[in-house]
């Protein structure tokens, strides 16, 4: 997926380089590069279809560098993972969640800030499966208990902010009703966090102006725990850093709809990616 969020806004690589785009959706190809070169197909099939024309399959100075970039990137990731700070890094949160997640899991993360979180941060097994629900906001919260529908012998988690836990809240009430028990991890920021970087820039210069905007993508203080065992799940609210491990852990062992509202920092930080 050839993205903002995806390409650091179109810097990695900019807009003006030659790409190849393997993509199974020939109208995205050259969507957003068009100096693309572009192979339509599943990107595994592909890419083991190039792998067996390479004449040269060996590049031991390219994955050195690439080695060094990972490293790099986690070494960074590691100050973050231990973060007392308050309110909490979602980085904290992200490693708390990677360390208790079951080995049958399937993960469920909402579009925007909570994919890049996610994707970046969450550490994941090989037994335990991954879904970003891209697309429209929210409705990683339905397509959590989709998954759960299809594999009800699995741990199915639903990784998502406040703005997007917002647009479809009311399904928890099917999910009760239904039985279908899934845990919602929400990361609780108070903000649409990705709509921040663009109101900065667009305000730099006029703090008035920002400070006008700012409180339109910013919520009022809501307390989810409520609303969920208003609709009939089960709630726990986390607001220190030290409390997220028994939180996430007593979820899980919920059977039952449960929701986990972690209180984080709208300006957490992340080495993969800007921050906001």
């Known amino acids: 997926m050839v993205s903002d969020q995806t390409t650091l ?3 990695a690589p900019n807009k003006n380089t030659q790409i190849i785009q393997i993509d199974i959706c020939g109208t995205e190809i050259g969507k957003n590069y068009k ?4 192979l339509m197909g599943d990107a595994k099939s592909v890419l083991e279809g190039l792998l067996a024309k390479a004449s040269n399959k060996k590049n031991s100075s390219w994955v050195a560098m690439v080695k060094n970039l990972v490293d790099d990137t986690l070494e960074r990731q590691r100050e973050l993972f231990d973060s007392q700070e308050h309110p909490i890094q979602t980085a904290r949160l992200l490693k708390e969640l990677s360390d208790l997640l079951p080995d049958d899991t399937i993960v469920v993360a909402d579009t925007g800030w909570s994919a890049v979180w996610s994707a970046t941060m969450l550490r994941m097994k090989r037994s335990q499966s991954y879904i970003r629900a891209a697309g429209s906001l929210g409705w990683s919260l339905p397509a959590s208990m989709g998954a759960k529908c299809a594999a009800p012998g699995r741990t199915v988690v639903c990784f998502l902010g406040d703005g997007a836990f917002y647009y479809h809240l009311s399904e928890l ?3 009760v009703r239904y039985g279908i028990n899934i845990v919602v991890v929400i990361n609780n920021n108070s903000r649409l966090g990705q709509c921040i970087p663009f109101v900065q820039e667009a305000y730099i210069n006029d703090e008035n102006k920002y400070e006008d905007y700012k409180r339109k993508i910013t919520f ?3 307390d989810f725990v409520k609303i969920a065992e208003g609709l009939g799940a089960e709630g726990i609210r986390v607001e ?8 996430i852990r007593k979820a899980l062992s919920i059977k039952k709809p449960c929701v986990v509202e972690v209180l984080t ?3 957490s930080r992340g080495p993969l990616s800007p921050s906001i």
Not at 35 to 38: A, D, K, L, Q, R
Not at 240 to 247: G, L, M, S, V, Y
């Open 9 to 11: 806004d179109y810097t």
């Open 265 to 267: 920092d709208c300006m």
């Open 35 to 38: 100096n693309t070169f572009g």
């Open 240 to 247: 220190n850093p030290e409390e997220i491990h028994t939180a």
């Open 220 to 222: 009022s203080p809501v």
């Open 173 to 175: 009430e099917t999910a």
